[in-house]
């Protein structure tokens, strides 16, 4: 599929007719691929339309070039900047590109022209959760059920929503209704098998998953997820090299219906290189100063009394150290969103960038510091008071940039048991991006793991900062004692709500694979995962032992 040309003076009204005419007899006899093809030949060709735009935008889509389906969209927008088709499409743009705060501004404006369009109103769920706002996720899909009752998805939506909470008995009522709409919609069944699996109900689970594994209308997108959940369901009856084989069947399906979009995604094990080179060749000229305090902010601006990181990596007991630390009434997390990747891109993709980042001085140094802030104010996050966390794992190696740009900043630094860690980033469900993408075999995250972990040891070693590390095994075994040594290292008064964050959590949508955990509150089970799958971990063992030996995770003889 050819990229579409930009705008260009229209040809006879009745070209224009003839395209449009043809296009939308294609899409109501429901044969999309016609209607884009359509589209194509006439933009070719010199007409112009916002609609033809559109429908070769999703063509676009469809064939996983977003980039250029955003840019089309942008020439339809042009066109026709109030027209709720192509706003709504814009939106759902942004939001698979994982711009998913200003996908929320597109569907916003389509909704100012189509308030009871229910398709709109259910993407928009869809991004409040993605943001982690059940609430206004929960309020879009009522919404969306509303306008439309014989529209599936929101039921769908309500259901996962439900099932996140620990709520069971509603998200079997919600995925009812969805069923009853649309038998074959992949949302409700995965969330009536989640609640059965939750309930002991294991047999009932596996019959309705392995049925939709077999069922034509299961999309290529949520293969990887049933077949996560098939493994889930595998592992709790002892099936472990059964359940191992799903997993990896996952991963696959994932990568294979992401392939597209992983085209030009990042290269973490080669930023993780870089970072290690670096910083070993600073390290080499001894241990780096801190930077120049940030100057002070205007009396207006939004800034908290302690900035933190959290970090590590994946699965290491982030999100479980999120989750206690955001039930403390002075503490307000972040979870999982990229404050720092334009900067990164910038300073740490490449030699030359670590370079000018070291040289970063006076206002250089404050406009980028600027940019931070800015992103969390247009991203509607407001960080003042006593203690902001920002959690992201793989901030790991963004260690060198928040070192130069917030010298104050307070780290938290999670370490687990690293064969645990790898196998649950084997066995879980992530969406796959660039880092993601290095977990589709135990090997390959294995190797991933010891390129984060190296570039994070050169960091501690090199740079100043203010470091607490976080044992996953200590802080399960000793909630109360472990947090307030965080609390400690933060500066803030241990609270006794931290000790029922599982209450609070089932309020909030946790954006992780952790959620199902954290929600249960602590328990002992995600320590030794890893053992009941030694044979199948043999690739990853050799590549983890130094890790295993540095952070004193040696099996006793």
Not at 118 to 145: M, T
């Amino acid at each position: 599929m050819t990229m579409a040309l930009p705008p260009s003076p229209s040809l006879a009204p009745t070209a224009v007719d003839d395209a449009l005419t043809a296009a939308q007899s294609a899409v109501a006899r429901g044969d999309l691929a016609s209607a884009v093809r359509i589209a194509e030949t006439a933009l070719a060709r010199g007409v112009r339309h916002p609609h033809l735009y559109n429908l070769l935008a999703y063509g676009l889509e469809e064939a996983g070039r977003l980039g250029d389906s955003f840019r089309v969209l942008q020439h339809a927008l042009e066109m026709a900047p109030q027209d709720p088709q192509i706003l709504h499409a814009m939106g759902l743009c942004l939001f698979k590109m994982g711009r998913t705060v200003e996908s929320l501004v597109a569907f916003d404006a389509a909704l100012l022209h189509r308030p009871d369009f229910a398709p709109i109103l259910h993407h928009k769920g869809l991004a409040h959760h993605a943001l982690g706002a059940a609430a206004e996720a929960s309020a879009a899909f009522e919404a969306a059920a509303a306008v439309d009752a014989n529209y599936a998805d929101p039921w769908a939506g309500l259901a996962v929503l439900a099932y996140q909470r620990g709520d069971y008995g509603a998200a079997r009522r919600h995925a009812g209704e969805a069923l009853q709409r649309d038998k074959h919609i992949p949302g409700a069944h995965i969330a009536m098998a989640q609640a059965d699996l939750a309930e002991g109900a294991v047999d009932q689970a596996e019959a309705r998953i392995r049925a939709l594994l077999k069922s034509r209308a299961l999309p290529a997108s949520d293969r990887a997820d049933v077949l996560s959940l098939l493994g889930d369901i595998l592992d709790v009856e002892g099936r472990c090299a059964e359940a191992f084989a799903a997993y990896g069947e996952a991963k696959a399906a994932a990568e294979g219906a992401n392939s597209a979009l992983l085209v030009g995604a990042t290269d973490y094990p080669k930023l993780a290189a870089l970072a290690s080179e670096t910083l070993n060749a600073w390290g080499a000229k001894g241990r780096l100063a801190p930077a120049t305090a940030p100057a002070a902010p205007a009396p207006d601006a939004k800034r908290p009394e302690r900035h933190v990181f959290l970090l590590g990596f994946p699965r290491s007991g982030t999100t479980l150290l999120e989750q206690v630390l955001q039930s403390h009434p002075g503490i307000v997390s972040l979870d999982e969103r990229a404050t720092l990747e334009g900067l990164a891109t910038d300073y740490l993709s490449t030699a030359e960038g670590y370079r000018r980042l070291l040289a970063l001085e006076g206002e250089a140094l404050e406009r980028a510091r600027q940019r931070y802030w800015t992103i969390l104010s247009e991203g509607g996050v407001d960080p003042s008071g006593p203690a902001f966390v920002d959690k992201l794992p793989l901030n790991t190696l963004k260690l060198p940039l928040i070192a130069r740009l917030f010298p104050d900043a307070h780290i938290l630094f999670c370490i687990r048991d690293p064969r645990d860690v790898v196998f649950s980033c084997f066995r879980r469900a992530f969406q796959m991006n660039g880092g993601m993408r290095e977990f589709v075999s135990v090997e390959r995250a294995a190797r991933f793991y010891d390129a984060v972990m190296r570039a994070g040891e050169a960091a501690r070693s090199v740079l100043p900062l203010k470091l607490h590390e976080v044992r996953y095994e200590a802080f399960v075994a000793d909630l109360k004692g472990e947090a307030s040594a965080v609390c400690g290292f933060l500066g803030l008064e241990w609270d006794e709500g931290m000790l029922d964050f599982a209450a609070g959590a089932r309020q909030r949508a946790i954006l992780t694979p952790s959620a199902a955990q954290v929600r249960k509150g602590l328990y002992q089970d995600g320590v030794g995962q890893w053992r009941r799958y030694r044979k199948e971990m043999a690739p990853a063992l050799e590549i983890l032992e130094p890790w295993v030996r540095r952070f004193g995770y040696v099996d006793p003889a």
